[in-house]
C-alpha cells in the first residue's frame, strides 16, 4: 500500500510514526539489523524506510534488504533511490525489482556527491535532480508508485551561507524547487533532521503559503551520541539552539547521559510539534532502537505490552498479498519466511513440489536471510553434534518431537507447537523407524478455533 494512502485513511486525532534503517556493512551488521527492525516492526510503524548508499554504494544490499522487509518483516517498506552514479537503465532495474517485489513506496532524491567529490556531477544518461526522478518515475510507472522527496526546514546546505543560514531568496527558492517536486507528482515530503523546531513549524507554514499541500513529515534524529551529532550536524548545516549546546557541553563526556538527554530532546520536540496538528513523525533511527522506541513511549505511541497482532503471523505487506489471510497448515512453523519462500510461485503447490520442469518451478532464494538461523547457538548446540550412525540421525529426531530439544533447522519457532504433543509419542516410534518427520498434524474433529492447543494457529 502507498505510505500516503496510509496517512490519508487516518482516522481523526490519530498519530503515525516511521522508522529509517541504513545498510549495515556487514554480514553480522545485516543479520542483526533484521531482528532488530523485526522487534521495533511489532509496535506497529506505518512505514519504514532503508537509504541508498552515497553514490549508490549500497544499491545491491540496498534492494536486497528492501525486499525481505517488504516480504519477510512484513512492513511497508519506504525504498530510497538516488540519481548520483544511476544512468536511466539502473534506476529501472531498481524500480522494477521493487515493483516486482510488491513494495510501492520511493524516496526520490538527487543523492550527494559520492565520498572523495564535492559537488554532484551528473552522470551520462541519468538525471540531474530528483525533480527529473520524480517526473521519469509518473512518467514511466503511472501511478503504481507513492513518491515521497526530501524537504529541507533550514533550505537544502547547498544554500546556506557561511554566516550559518539561507538568504530569504536563497530559501524562497529551496521552497519553489520543492513545490516543484510536488506538482510533478509527489504526494509526501520528509524533512532533513532539525534541532529547532520552531524552524520546522515556520517551513511547514511556509510550505502551506504557496500551495504545497501534501503532509510534510519531520525527519527526528535521537542523539544517541555526543561525536556523532557535531558530525552530522555540521555535514547538514544543522542550526543548534543555544540551551542545546549549553545542555550538551556539560554531559558531553557521559554517553548515558548525552542518550538520556537525547530521549528527553527528541520526546519535548515530537510533542510541540504533535500539538500544532501534525500526526506523522519520522525517526531517523540510524539503526539502534532504544532512543526511538523510548521517545514514542514517552508520547504514549508505544507500549511494550501492547504488541499486538490480527493475525498469528504478520499481515503481509507485498502489494500483491496483503489480503492473504489464511495459509497451508504446513508452513505454520514458517511465520516469517513463508511469503518470501514463495514469491516466485505462480501455482502453489505445484510451484515447488510438482515437476521441476514446469517453468513456474521455484527456487529458494531466502538463503542469507537463513543465515542467522545456521549461526544460531541453541540451533549449533543442538543439532550441529557427531552423528555416527543413522540410529544417531533417528534419536536427534525423536528427541525433537518428545520435546527434548527445543531448536529445529526445519523451524523458525522456538519448540513445537502445542498440538504437537497430542501425537509426539507416536511421531517418535515413527522416527525411530527411519520415517524422519519435519511436520505433523493430528486428527481432531468438532475443536473450537480459539482452542489453545489445537485452535490458536488456524484461521
Ligand atoms: P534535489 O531535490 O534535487 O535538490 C537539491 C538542491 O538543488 C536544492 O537546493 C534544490 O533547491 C536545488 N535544485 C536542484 N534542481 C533544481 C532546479 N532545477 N531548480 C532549482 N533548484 C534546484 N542521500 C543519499 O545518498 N541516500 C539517501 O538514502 C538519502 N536519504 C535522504 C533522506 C532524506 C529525508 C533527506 C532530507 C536527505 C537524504 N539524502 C540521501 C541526502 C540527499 O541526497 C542530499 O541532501 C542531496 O544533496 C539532495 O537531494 P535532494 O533529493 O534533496 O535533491
Not at 54 to 75: E, P, R, W, Y
Not at 141 to 170: K, L, Q, R, S
Not at 337 to 356: A, E, K, L, N
Not at 402 to 420: A, H, I, V, Y
Request: aromatic share 8%; net charge neutral.
Amino acid at each position: 500500500m502507498k505510505v500516503i494512502e496510509k496517512i490519508h485513511s487516518l482516522q481523526e486525532g490519530k498519530v503515525v510514526f516511521s522508522f529509517e534503517f541504513f545498510p549495515p556493512k556487514t554480514e553480522d551488521g545485516v543479520d542483526n539489523l533484521f531482528e532488530r527492525m523485526d522487534r521495533m516492526v511489532a509496535h506497529n510503524p506505518s512505514f519504514c524506510d532503508i537509504t541508498w548508499g552515497a553514490g549508490g554504494s549500497t544499491a545491491d544490499l540496498t534492494l536486497d534488504i528492501a525486499n525481505k522487509m517488504q516480504n519477510i518483516i512484513s512492513v511497508e517498506t519506504m525504498m530510497h533511490l538516488t540519481c548520483t552514479n544511476m544512468p536511466v537503465e539502473k534506476i529501472d532495474h531498481a524500480l522494477q525489482t521493487i515493483k516486482s517485489n510488491g513494495i510501492q513506496n520511493v524516496l526520490a532524491l538527487r543523492g550527494d556527491p559520492p565520498h572523495g567529490q564535492d559537488k554532484f556531477v551528473q552522470v551520462e544518461g541519468g538525471f540531474s535532480c530528483a525533480l527529473d526522478l520524480v517526473k521519469h518515475i509518473r512518467s514511466k510507472y503511472g501511478d503504481y508508485f507513492g513518491i515521497t522527496v526530501a524537504g529541507y526546514p533550514e533550505a537544502h546546505p547547498d544554500a546556506i551561507g557561511n554566516d550559518g543560514v539561507a538568504t530569504p531568496e536563497a530559501y524562497q527558492n529551496d521552497l519553489a524547487y520543492l513545490k516543484r517536486k510536488v506538482d510533478a507528482g509527489a504526494d509526501l515530503i520528509v524533512t532533513q533532521l532539525f534541532y529547532d523546531t520552531d524552524i520546522f513549524l515556520k517551513f511547514v507554514n511556509d510550505c502551506r503559503q504557496i500551495g504545497i499541500n501534501c503532509p510534510i513529515v519531520p525527519g527526528i534524529m535521537p542523539i544517541n551520541n555526543y561525536k556523532g551529532f557535531l558530525r552530522m550536524t555540521g555535514f547538514c548545516k544543522t542550526k543548534i539552539p543555544a540551551e542545546i549546546t549549553a545542555a550538551l557541553e556539560a554531559i558531553k563526556d557521559n554517553e548515558e547521559a548525552v542518550k538520556a538527554y537525547g530521549v528527553h530532546l527528541g520526546t519535548e520536540m515530537c510533542r510541540k510539534i504533535l500539538a500544532h496538528g501534525i500526526k506523522t513523525l519520522h525517526l531517523y533511527t540510524l539503526n539502534m532502537e532504544k532512543s526511538a522506541l523510548a521517545i514514542l513511549m514517552n508520547l504514549g505511541l508505544i507500549e511494550e505490552s501492547k504488541i499486538s497482532r490480527s493475525l498469528p503471523w504478520r499481515r503481509p505487506a507485498n502489494v500483491f498479498r496483503f489480503k492473504e489471510d489464511v495459509r497451508p497448515i504446513f508452513w505454520s512453523n514458517r511465520p516469517k519466511s513463508y511469503i518470501t519462500r514463495t514469491i516466485v510461485w505462480d501455482q502453489f503447490p505445484h510451484g515447488r513440489w510438482g515437476d521441476s520442469r514446469n517453468p513456474s518451478y521455484g527456487a529458494l532464494t531466502d538463503h542469507q536471510f537463513m543465515r542467522p538461523r545456521a549461526r544460531d547457538k541453541k540451533l549449533q548446540e543442538e543439532w550441529a553434534t557427531p552423528l555416527k550412525s543413522i540410529d544417531d540421525i533417528q534419536e536427534k529426531f525423536k528427541s525433537y518431537c518428545l520435546g527434548k530439544l527445543r531448536s529445529s533447522p526445519w523451524s523458525e519457532l522456538d519448540s513445537l507447537q502445542p498440538e504437537t504433543k497430542i501425537i509426539h509419542e507416536q511421531l517418535g516410534k515413527i522416527n525411530l523407524k527411519g520415517f524422519l518427520t519435519i511436520n505433523s498434524q493430528p486428527a481432531v474433529n468438532g475443536e473450537r478455533s480459539d482452542s489453545p492447543s489445537v485452535g490458536k494457529y488456524k484461521c
